[in-house]
Each structure stands twice: as C-alpha cells, then as structure tokens.
C-alpha cells in the first residue's frame, strides 16, 4: 500500500473495481498522463442480484446500494467498453445513461444484436420493485452503441494529430459466449507505453462458433493483466458430466424435470444436450419440452438463425445450430400456468438461471415436494434460495423469503458441465502462461475466498515469476499501473446519498412528465 507520488502523475493508468462479488463487473480505468490530464473509460457496468437479507426492506435498500455505487461523474467518462452480454456486465447501462451519460458504448456484433433484449428484460424485472432506469434510458443506451470488429484497434483518445498522448483499444475473440470479448488497451504517452488486457469472463472454446485465438503479438507485449477468478477453485479435472445421468434416472421413474437455465447460451446448450440424448435413443421422444422465459425464446431465435448474411457475421458453426430436440415447445402467457399445473411428465428449462424470481422459481416450487421429479440446476449459484434447497437433505423442511415453505422431496442435483467459464488451470495454462511479460496481475470477478485462493494457486505455478506482483481486487482499492511498478492504494468510494437524491427526483419529473402527456392526449 502507499500514497500517490509524482512519480504516479506520469503515464499510468488508476484502476478501480467496483464490485466484490460475481455480479455487478465494472472497472474504471483512468488513464493520467503528464501535466494530471487523465482519460477515464469503463470495462463493463453491471449489475449486482438482490441482496440475501431475510428482512425484505434490508434487502432492497442493499440492491439500491450496491446498484447505485458510482464514485464518479458522468460527465467525466469518455468511453464505456463492453465485453459481453450478461446482465451483471450490462445491467447497469441504462442507468448510467439515466444520470447523464452521453458518450459512446463500445461493443461487439454480436452483443449490439443481443443487448436490446436483455436490457429491456433487466428494466421489467426491475420496475416491479425499484425501478434503476426507464425504457426510454434503454432507448437512448442503445443510440449510443458504437460496433468494434474483432482485432480492430480503435483510438478512443488522441491527443494531436501526431498522436503524442492516445488510448486505443483491441476487441478480441472469447469462447465465452457469442459475442464475447478479451480487450487490450494501450496508453502512449511520447516514447512510454502502457499495456492493460481484461479478459471478461473467459473460456477458450464454444460449441456455437469458432472462438479465434488471441494474435501471438499480444502474448508479447509488457503486461498488466486483469483475469477474472469464477471458478478459482476449481480444476478442469474436477468437472463431473452427470446431467445424462440425472435426467435418464428421472425420466425412467416417470419424473417430471425440471431445469433452470440462464437466458443466453446456456438455454441453448441444454437443448443441444437434449437433442444428442434423443438421437442416441436414450432420452423418450415422447416425452414433451417445453422452454418458459421470454428471453431465453428471444435469444433462441438468435442463435437459430435464418438470415445467412448474419449468421456468417455471426461466425456461427451449421452443425452446432441445428440443436432443437424433437417434442419442443416454446411456451409463453396463459400457457404458462396450463404446463406449470400439469400432472403430465416433462422436461421444462425455466429462466433465470438464478433462481432468484419468475418462472424458475415459481416451477422448482410447485415440483421441489413430488419425489419423482428432479431439479437439475445447470450453472453457479449465488442466490440464497439456489444455495438453501441445493443443499438441503430430502425431507427437510424449508422456509424462503416472503415465509414460502416447502419440504424437499425432490432430487436436487447440479452440473458444472455446461460452465462458460475457465476453471483455474485453464484459466493459467490458456491466459496467463502465455503472456512473456506479464508486469502485475489483478484478480477479479470472484468472491473473496475464491479470489484469494487462485492467487496463491497462480503463485504456486511452475514457471509464474515470483517476482510478479499479484493483487486481489478489491472495492475501496485503487491499483496504479505504470512503468514504476504496480502500486495499491486504499480509497473509500464517496457517499453516493447525493446520487440516489438524483434518481428519486428524475423519477419524479418523469411522473410529472407523463402526468402532463396523459392530460394533453385527453384534451386532444
């Protein structure tokens, strides 16, 4: 730890991670050059799940906390970069746009075609409770979208024609999800430079498109690298394939399954799954499936695609995309309730993968008490009903939020099979190693144990340095990259009071607005 020195006001970039957790990614990233001009861009902005508190007004005043955490102007961002379309990297988009931010949001695509809907999804979700933003703030967010190819550098600050002071930026591919993105960002100041890689959430390889490896000559350059940590404890030898199984055991006891998925991707690798069982003749075509989430059938149609020239763009593999099982059915409205009070044996993905709310929820507790059935949970868990009933024993007794109870009777079982993210080996042996020169290496996107547990198992390595300097992420914390050496630096994030007094009253000259456009349209 340590003060800022005039040694720090030269070239460098001041880091700050704004979440603690595995939701709500964002970084700032303020570029100072010479003479205290700095440059100041975000990786990612999303936004965090609802607080676990049992007490309900506990609950929401800590989303609204966490959700509103912004330590900066926005005035004083110049750029927002974007590395993939997960709710808890884009979520808070909207809002920043809200309070007003007016500059440009670059991303890839893909994600520009897959953003609208999990924007809007993210403000209805909202709206029931506390209302962050309004569907005319996703309006404007996506007017401000601005495309970036692949391995295209673009210069998102230039100093004079010469370039003597600039900040570019280097999309490249990520097995993640379609769409997804590594980015490199270079700072040049005269003859110094500096060299910052993010890696988003990462995986090397994806069934639906052919993930392209990242150029050598990155691998090559002086590195300050920010890896992300999910996973941090846990080996690639440790995945388990055991959704064949816990489905087949199901369905020949005449079990209903009942399967919660995340919206984009994981939906579709499911089907894919279930389509592959079909084929071997090991899963009953009689058996019916049905998918429930508005999103999750957005997105399917997506990756479904028709239009030739988008699927090329896209870069999506013809063999992967054919993955809709026989005996599928898309449900949607009233139909909802006619599969959700069926006695009938099926096969139901519900979203969201969280569990925390909606169709999943509302499912899993109409089957979680008919011991037949099972409950297959096919991602990581960070709600607290996942956690409760994931590890409860059968015949235990449970009590949710809003006083729900339920005793678990159903088989409750979870893979990792399907994750879209590195474990910790993969994570070492496909980002880190390669990198010649890696000048400080940041850990983020875990929670904390996790975090601190891959940092010492990256320290461990044969062949890591250890005169590489290793930093665990942290709210409150700036890290100081530069040509000195990295340096941590403790600063607490200012009261954000004065900011939700911003939001309360926006929303109520909104009132007032639509107020005065309902009485005009009467008067008409």
């Known amino acids: 730890m340590g003060q800022i020195t005039d040694k720090d006001r030269r070239l460098s970039c001041h880091h700050t991670v704004l979440n603690n957790g595995v939701t709500g990614s964002c970084h700032i990233l303020d570029f100072r050059f010479s003479n ?102 996703v309006e404007r967010t996506l007017n401000l979208l601005r495309i970036v190819d692949f391995n295209k550098t673009i210069r998102v600050y230039n100093n004079g024609s010469n370039g003597r002071k600039s900040v570019d930026v280097t999309f490249f591919m990520n097995g993640h999800l379609l769409g997804s993105a590594c980015m490199l960002f270079h700072a040049k100041e005269e003859k110094e430079d500096l060299n910052i890689f993010y890696t988003g959430d990462y995986k090397k390889e994806n069934i639906f498109f052919d993930a392209k490896p990242i150029p050598q000559w990155v691998y090559k350059l002086p590195m300050n690298l920010i890896v992300e940590s999910t996973y941090g404890t846990s080996d690639s030898a440790d995945i388990e394939y055991t959704f064949q199984k ?31 069982m079909q084929r071997d003749k090991i899963l009953d075509t009689n058996i019916p499936i049905f998918l429930v989430g508005k999103l999750a059938v957005q997105y399917l149609h997506v990756y479904h695609q028709k239009n030739s020239l988008v699927k090329s763009r896209l870069g999506l593999i013809n063999d992967a995309i054919n993955f809709i099982p026989k005996n599928f059915s898309v449900v949607s409205g009233e139909n909802i309730d006619d599969i959700l009070w069926s006695r009938k044996q099926m096969i139901v993905l519900a979203t969201p993968g969280m569990m925390t709310q909606g169709n999943s929820y509302n499912f899993i507790m109409k089957h979680i008490e008919n011991k037949k059935d099972l409950i297959q949970i096919t991602s990581y868990v960070a709600s607290e009903f996942g ?111 004065p900011l939700i007094i911003r939001i309360r009253e926006t929303k109520r000259k909104n009132y007032k607005f639509r107020q005065r456009k309902n009485r005009n349209s009467k008067k008409r």
């Open 246 to 276: 816990n489905v087949i055991r199901a369905t020949r006891r005449g079990g209903t399954v009942i399967i919660p998925v995340i919206a984009l991707e994981r939906t579709e690798i499911v089907l894919y799954n279930l389509k592959q």
């Open 387 to 497: 956690n409760k009933i994931l590890n409860a024993e059968r015949g235990e007794q449970l009590t949710f939020t809003n006083n729900h109870r339920a005793m678990v009777k159903a088989e409750v079982e979870q893979t990792n099979e399907f994750s879209a993210h590195a474990k910790r080996d993969e994570l070492y042996n496909d980002v880190i190693r390669k990198f010649e020169n890696i000048e400080c290496l940041t850990i983020v996107h875990g929670e904390p144990e996790v975090r601190k547990s891959f940092a010492e198992y990256v320290k461990s390595q044969k062949g890591f340095s250890n005169d590489t300097p290793v930093i665990i992420g942290d709210k409150n914390k700036k890290i100081i990259y530069s040509n000195n050496g990295p340096k941590e630096v403790y600063e607490k994030l200012e009261n954000i009071e």
């Open 36 to 137: 205290d001009e700095h440059h100041l861009f975000l990786a990612d902005v999303g936004m965090f799940l609802r607080g676990e508190a049992e007490d309900l007004q506990k609950r929401e005043n800590g989303y609204l906390v966490n959700n509103l955490s912004f330590p900066i102007e926005m005035c004083d961002i110049e750029g927002i970069m974007i590395s993939h379309n997960h709710t808890d990297h884009i979520g808070r988009l909207p809002l920043l746009v809200h309070l007003g931010y007016k500059g440009p949001i670059y991303v890839t695509y893909a994600t520009a075609l897959l953003i609208k809907d999990a924007l809007m999804d993210c403000y209805k979700c909202t709206r029931r409770t506390l209302q962050l933003y309004n569907e005319i703030d």
